[in-house]
């Protein structure tokens, strides 16, 4: 059945999803002459460039009543990073079946972990990013309040929506390759259309509600209120996010296992 094998193929491959986590992140940069400090430089330079953009020359700002007075490129870093565990699963998911050809044809290698795995590699490079946030929270406001620790609650429905996505686009990218190119617009899409760079706020009433509907934009605004107004999250609002990220969890999950037995096949 697609429900119970969807939540426990994760859990009873727990082990093995680990280490090649473990691998992934290693190889990343194995070889380079900083090695695993470019893990730190590159959410860095990205939010330089970011702030610099969008703060600096568009007098990006969000509002008080948003944010308090935190620091626009403080803000800016929270959304960015919740927003790019989608990001990295979305532009690499299309060509995740094409680029574990070896695992796809052992027969007892269980290829449901592999969008799993790629979505711990991105967890990862996050939690290294929020450790971050916390530094220049610290520094440059105060210590960070004790509701920032809701932030786990509140990233598990676009874990789901991550994991969700990686299933659907890999089984299908694996039969259409020009899904890399769509993901790759869709993905920047998706970007601008979350309230990252601007405050929910700021969109006009019209558009306010289909705005939303996107999962990430929720996951990003009850970021915010726990991070900057140090209130509890709107857990109606969650809920109703994680309903979203299951149908995907599951919808995507149902794809994979419908179009798996091609595989083998395409690669």
Known sequence: MVVPDALAIPWRHRRL???????????????????????????LAMLGIYNFAFGRIFGGR?????????????????????????GD?????????????????????????????AVVVALFNAAVSFAMLLVFYAVLIEA???????IGVIALPLIF????????LSSIGAYFRDLTQVAGLVCTATLFL????????AVPASLRTVIGLN????????????????????????????LGSLVVYFAGFAVFQRLRPHFADLV
């Open 17 to 43: 999803v680990a280490r090649l986590a473990r691998r992934d992140i290693a190889a990343r940069y194995r070889g380079s002459i900083f090695g695993p400090l470019w893990a730190l430089a590159l959410p």
């Open 62 to 86: 969000f509002g008080e009543s948003a944010t308090g007075d935190a620091p626009f490129a403080l803000v800016l870093f929270a959304g960015l990073l919740l927003f790019q565990i989608f």
């Open 89 to 117: 699963i979305v532009q690499s998911s299309p060509s995740l079946i094409r680029n574990n050809a070896t695992y796809i044809k052992q027969i007892i290698f269980p290829l449901e972990i592999l969008p799993v795995v």
């Open 144 to 150: 960070p309040p004790i509701s920032a620790l809701w």
């Open 161 to 168: 929506l991550a994991i969700g996505a990686g299933w659907l």
């Open 194 to 201: 979350t309230p990252i760079f601007y405050p929910l706020e």
């Open 215 to 242: 999962p990430i934009a929720t996951v990003v605004e009850q970021a915010r209120s726990v991070l900057f107004r140090s209130e509890p999250p709107d857990f109606m609002a969650l809920a109703l996010c994680l």
